[in-house]
């Protein structure tokens, strides 16, 4: 699988939302070029009416298409260009296609909750964590929430499976009283002092959830 294919797996491509990015259609194709690394190489990528992303690199020195950064053991300069193009890339997911990342029913309902409350899209930007979705607030960039798909056995050693979960960030007083209840968990991958993981199974109530999603957006608020 390549990168282009491992990034859009999850992503259904919107054709609107292309043009809106400043893709060009050309016959059956949509064109998009951007500078990187100070304007020494270009990115160029196209999508077909299959929904096929293909990108390449340029080398703009001496105008000739750089292949280097494909090399997955590449190192250095190499995997720096490779991490600008995957930039350019997730970008491109994030503001032109619809993640359907995660199978729970509670989730997708808090998610577009999120959605038509905060009009936040969720940001997948690791490679590595696929099914990891990050909510920022667009002012301020801060997280508030972060939605994940993880071994049931991150969270209680006797269970087995996967389990899709959010993060969010509460005041210390209260993760600790929550943490006394079922479907709360000590935050997982984050601070857990101030940060708390809950289970998206239906434990606990979609309202309440979205008041504590509405705690966590707080601290994201830029301050005067």
């Known amino acids: 699988m390549n990168i282009e294919e ?11 939302n292309l043009s809106k990015y400043g893709f060009k259609k050309d016959k059956t194709l949509y064109k998009y070029s ?9 990115v ?6 299959q929904k096929i992303v293909r990108g390449k690199v340029y080398d703009l020195a001496f105008d000739e298409e750089y292949t280097n950064f494909r090399i997955e053991s590449a190192c250095g300069f190499i995997e720096q260009v490779r991490e ?11 503001n032109c296609c619809t993640i359907e990342a995660f199978k729970y029913p509670q989730t997708n309902r808090i998610i577009k909750a999120i959605q038509t409350k905060y009009k936040d899209n969720p940001s997948f930007e690791w490679e590595k964590f696929p099914l990891f979705a990050v909510f920022k607030n667009k002012d301020s960039q801060k997280w508030y929430a972060l939605i994940m798909n993880i071994a049931q056995n991150k969270l209680d050693k006797k269970s087995r499976g996967e389990v899709e979960v959010i993060n969010l960030k509460l005041k210390p007083d209260e993760i600790e009283d929550l943490l006394k209840q079922k479907g709360f968990y000590p935050a997982y991958h984050m601070n857990k002092k101030n940060w708390i993981t809950i289970k998206l199974n239906n434990t606990i109530k979609d309202e309440k959830i979205m008041k504590m999603i509405d705690e966590s957006y707080a601290y994201t608020i830029p301050k005067n």
């Open 84 to 94: 600008e193009f995957k930039k350019v890339l997730i970008d491109i997911r994030n």
């Open 6 to 16: 491992e990034l859009f797996k999850n992503a259904k491509l919107n054709f609107k």
């Open 34 to 42: 951007k500078n990187i690394m100070n304007d020494t190489f270009r």
């Open 44 to 49: 160029d990528i196209e999508i077909n009416n």
